[in-house]
């Protein structure tokens, strides 16, 4: 195997574009001009788990953050709690993808629809175009959270760190930018998320420059299957790289790339190492899953939150924020989250 094909240049294709040209003829295909791409995402990661991640291509995460957090605020209506985050930052995502594919050979305004568009050009296809999984077949059953943010200028920050405001099927974000910048976004199961976010901007005002919105897909990887289709493989959100409890997609898919990366040529293996690093992913959207639709118990499913608060707790580098059970039954069990409402 000789040439490769990157087809979709969000952070893990980006990612893989630079880690693979040192072995293989790697091209890297993007439907977004280069001058019109904004990243569609709150730019926010947890900057213990990037800078590991971006060490080993030579890149010092510390050059791209642009708001190092302390606190984050969880307003559940009625009574308001805080967070000690552990990383959590703002990052400029689009700068990061850029400088990865940066002297590499990509195409920029290239939407690319099949793998037959690409002919018998390329050994390996790689499909890393997230949520339209658009090389691959279709998944039997996705589960789908609609998002839209806004990126806000402010005259005076209306709130000083990171905020998120929970919901029975999503939550709102505020993530500092820095500059008197925030990304203000919505993401919610039931396509209210326009509602949720307009009602926030009415409320604490700001200047809109920038619009940005897709969906997220948050069915686990075990639920994405096939990987492969001929010889197309899928990496990163495109198979399922998603913790659906976060919305967390940027180290998830880099974590993913960094599995096939060490396995591109034995797809069994990189299968493998998939369905058993994401495994835990599959019981957190049980979870998720169960609080959208209305079932969630507490005495039935307390096991099942348990599992979730220690796979979270070992995660606390890549969550980026202190984990305390105390704080996810806050969560999970309040007014704000509830469908009885």
């Known amino acids: ?22 072995e293989y003829e790697v091209a890297g295909f993007e439907r977004c001009d280069y001058e019109n791409c904004y990243p569609p995402c709150a730019w926010g990661t947890s900057s213990i788990e990037m800078q590991r991640l971006l060490s080993s291509i030579g890149l010092n995460f510390e050059d791209y953050i642009l708001y190092k957090g302390k606190e984050m605020c969880v307003d559940l209506g009625n009574s308001r709690f ?16 850029r400088d990865l594919v940066d002297g590499h050979d990509t195409k ?12 018998d050009e390329y050994d390996l296809i790689i499909d890393s175009t997230g949520f ?24 005076k920050m209306p709130i000083d760190d990171f905020y998120i405001k929970p ?42 420059v920038k619009v940005v919105g897709r969906p997220l897909r948050i069915t686990p990887p075990s639920m994405c299957q096939p990987y492969y289709a001929g010889k197309v493989v899928g990496v990163g959100e495109s198979i ?3 913790f659906s409890v976060l919305g967390e997609g940027i180290i998830s898919s880099l974590r993913c790339a960094e599995i096939f990366s060490k396995n591109v040529e034995d797809p069994e293996a990189y299968t493998a190492e998939v369905l058993r690093k994401f495994s835990p992913y599959k019981e957190v959207f049980d979870v998720v899953a169960d609080k959208i639709r209305g079932n969630f118990s507490f005495v039935r499913d307390f096991p099942k939150l348990l599992k979730v608060f220690r796979y979270m707790k070992r995660e606390e580098e890549h969550c980026g924020v202190e984990i305390k059970m105390a704080d996810i039954i806050k969560i999970f069990f309040s007014k704000a989250t509830s469908s009885k409402r």
């Open 1 to 22: 195997m000789r040439k490769i094909a990157v087809v979709g240049l969000g952070v893990a294709g980006s990612y893989l574009v630079s880690k693979l040209s040192h």
């Open 82 to 97: 805080w967070i000690k985050l552990r990383g959590l930052c703002t990052f400029d995502k689009l700068s990061l993808e």
């Open 108 to 119: 920029f305004g290239v939407h690319i629809r099949s793998a037959e568009q690409l002919g």
């Open 132 to 155: 339209s999984r658009a090389l691959l077949p279709k998944i039997d059953k996705d589960y789908v959270i609609h998002t839209l943010e806004y990126k806000v200028k402010y005259s």
């Open 167 to 208: 919901m029975r099927a999503g939550y709102l974000w505020f993530f500092p930018l820095g500059d008197s910048y925030a990304h203000v976004g919505c993401g919610d199961y039931f396509g209210k998320q326009k509602y949720f976010l307009d009602s926030f901007i009415q409320e604490h005002g700001g200047e809109i």
């Open 240 to 242: 399922g790289t998603v």
